[in-house]
């Protein structure tokens, strides 16, 4: 049984720089204009982070390449996923993301077979997130997501943005 279906939508990494790095990730890998969301809040109401609650802020920035989102994130406040992963060893990829049918069943199947919710949390009512400890599959977080229709709306805008 497998925790999620279908096919990757974002892949991640968490950066020191995000500017500097939407210039060097924009180039490597082909990306079109970055969208930058400087000072996102995540809230202790809404988060939690290795079962306790959350409250961090971070600067992410977005671009597509064909239908794959390309995430920045730079942590600047608080204890996070995000934060740990640059005090462990430094930049780098973080995680993938997968958008399934069903998030709770997903959740469910992922608890069943021993796999951890690392952080998790919602934006107002728009996302569901889920960082599961991805370290048997070779990537630091496998990353769960359901996303609302204006949060989808924002990013048809951002994809259409990079193209």
């Known amino acids: 049984m497998s925790v999620v279906r279908g096919p990757v939508t974002q892949i ?5 720089d995000i500017a500097a790095s939407e210039k060097y990730l924009g180039a490597m890998l082909g990306g079109g204009k970055w969208t930058r969301i400087p000072d996102v809040a995540f809230g202790p109401e809404n988060w ?5 609650p959350a409250d961090f802020t971070a600067h992410v920035s977005m671009t597509y390449q064909g239908d794959t989102q390309l995430e920045l994130i730079q942590p600047v406040r608080g204890a996070s996923i995000y934060a740990e992963f640059l005090e462990r060893g430094g930049p780098g990829l973080h995680h993938i993301c997968f958008e ?3 998030f709770d069943t997903a ?3 992922a608890a069943a077979q021993g796999v951890g919710v690392v952080q998790q949390g919602s934006l107002g009512g728009e996302m569901r997130f889920a960082y599961l400890d991805g370290a048997a599959a070779g990537v630091p977080y496998i990353e769960l997501a359901e996303v609302g229709p204006n949060l989808r709306k924002l990013y048809e805008k951002i994809k259409k943005d990079a193209a």
């Open 100 to 102: 399934p049918e069903d």
């Open 12 to 16: 991640a990494w968490v950066v020191t």
């Open 107 to 109: 959740l469910k199947d």
């Open 48 to 52: 939690t982070y290795r079962g306790e």
